[in-house]
C-alpha cells in the first residue's frame, strides 16, 4: 500500500526527518486513505478533491 510503502521508505532513507512524524511507532493515522491516481486527467482529480467534504 502506498501509505505503508512511503513509511518504510522513510524510515529507511530520512531517519532524521521520520523522527518528527512518527507517532506511536507509525506514520498515518488509520484514518487517512492515500492512493495514486494513475492516468487519470486532471480535471477529474481536480473534481474529486472540490467535492470532499472538509472536517467540521
Do not use: H, M, N
Request: hydrophobic content about 30%; charged content about 20%.
Amino acid at each position: 500500500s502506498l501509505k505503508g510503502v512511503s513509511g518504510r521508505l522513510l524510515r529507511r532513507d530520512r531517519p532524521d526527518i521520520a523522527v518528527r512524524y512518527y507517532y506511536k511507532g507509525v506514520l498515518w493515522s488509520p484514518g487517512y486513505f492515500a492512493s495514486s491516481c494513475g492516468g487519470a486527467p486532471i480535471s477529474a482529480i481536480r473534481q474529486y478533491i472540490e467535492q470532499q467534504q472538509t472536517p467540521g
